[in-house]
């Protein structure tokens, strides 16, 4: 243990199939927080369950509100009440915006906005009698400097990041903080899927013809150091930070 306060408590983390949100979840878990993982594809999850037994694995797709209910319902059930909920599911489709088809711009917000929306909605609800709580929406820097190539993604992320603020500001008064972890670049398949054969090598460099900077610490975020940053806004360490917007992003955005 660590000592971060959170141990014994539930939690429940979307997108933890692979990535950020499994490196979220298991890092809870080495916390002694009691886990929902949820995620559409149950692979990921049924092995996170097998390599940490005390995770309960959930499949859900986080654009049904139906189905997010169905798997707070369910954690809340088998677990207890949930004291923290952390907001990883994302998806990424890139393109130029006047290339873009309808579908995938469609997709990015039903994940990236309306799921968020689901998740924390149905655990504000059960949260607000309780009088605590914490929610964590794990956005990306691209939600505060624009991205060539990636028009509904960065907006999509802008959205789900200033719903989280106002939900903090609605939240407060319940004593339930909500705040926001902004990766640049990790290590993760969504990262990958966009290296050429050069690797990370020209996402560290930058791109002056994209007008991107690279990143000044010289290095690719791995999905735990993204999972530090969650533990400590979740945990009572961070009790007087609500409202906050943390980039993680080895100052690749300048914090423009």
Same mark, same amino acid.
């Given at each position: 243990?660590?000592?971060?306060?959170?141990?014994?408590?539930?939690?429940?983390?979307?997108?933890?199939?692979?990535?950020?949100?499994?490196?979220?979840?298991?890092?809870?878990?080495?916390?002694?927080?009691?886990?929902?993982?949820?995620?559409?594809?149950?692979?990921?999850?049924?092995?996170?369950?097998?390599?940490?037994?005390?995770?309960?694995?959930?499949?859900?797709?986080?654009?049904?509100?139906?189905?997010?209910?169905?798997?707070?319902?369910?954690?809340?059930?088998?677990?207890?009440?949930?004291?923290?909920?952390?907001?990883?599911?994302?998806?990424?489709?890139?393109?130029?915006?006047?290339?873009?088809?309808?579908?995938?711009?469609?997709?990015?917000?039903?994940?990236?906005?309306?799921?968020?929306?689901?998740?924390?909605?149905?655990?504000?609800?059960?949260?607000?009698?309780?009088?605590?709580?914490?929610?964590?929406?794990?956005?990306?820097?691209?939600?505060?400097?624009?991205?060539?190539?990636?028009?509904?993604?960065?907006?999509?992320?802008?959205?789900?990041?200033?719903?989280?603020?106002?939900?903090?500001?609605?939240?407060?008064?319940?004593?339930?903080?909500?705040?926001?972890?902004?990766?640049?670049?990790? $290590?993760?398949?969504?990262?990958?899927?966009?290296?050429?054969?050069?690797?990370?090598?020209?996402?560290?460099?930058?791109?002056?013809?994209?007008?991107?900077?690279?990143?000044?610490?010289?290095?690719?975020?791995?999905?735990?150091?993204?999972?530090?940053?969650?533990?400590?806004?979740?945990?009572?360490?961070?009790?007087?930070?609500?409202?906050?917007?943390?980039?993680? $992003?080895?100052?690749?955005?300048?914090?423009?």
């Amino acid at each position: 243990m660590t000592g971060f306060g959170l141990a014994g408590t539930v939690a429940l983390v979307t997108g933890a199939g692979q990535g950020i949100g499994r490196a979220v979840a298991c890092a809870l878990a080495g916390e002694g927080v009691r886990v929902a993982a949820a995620d559409r594809s149950s692979d990921g999850v049924q092995q996170l369950a097998q390599e940490y037994p005390g995770i309960l694995p959930q499949v859900a797709d986080v654009t049904s509100a139906e189905q997010v209910e169905a798997v707070v319902d369910a954690t809340e059930k088998f677990l207890g009440p949930i004291d923290l909920l952390v907001n990883v599911a994302g998806v990424l489709h890139t393109g130029d915006v006047v290339n873009f088809n309808d579908d995938n711009w469609q997709d990015t917000f039903a994940v990236n906005v309306t799921g968020v929306f689901h998740a924390s909605r149905a655990v504000a609800r059960r949260m607000v009698p309780r009088g605590s709580g914490a929610i964590v929406t794990v956005s990306s820097n691209a939600a505060g400097v624009p991205r060539a190539g990636m028009a509904a993604y960065a907006a999509s992320k802008a959205a789900s990041t200033m719903f989280t603020k106002s939900l903090g500001l609605e939240l407060a008064p319940y004593g339930i903080r909500c705040n926001v972890v902004a990766p640049g670049s990790t $290590d993760t398949p969504m990262q990958r899927a966009l290296w050429t054969e050069s690797g990370p090598a020209p996402v560290i460099a930058g791109d002056p013809a994209t007008f991107r900077a690279g990143i000044p610490l010289g290095r690719i975020a791995t999905p735990e150091d993204i999972a530090d940053a969650v533990i400590f806004l979740a945990s009572p360490r961070a009790r007087h930070i609500t409202m906050h917007d943390l980039y993680v $992003d080895g100052g690749a955005t300048l914090r423009a």
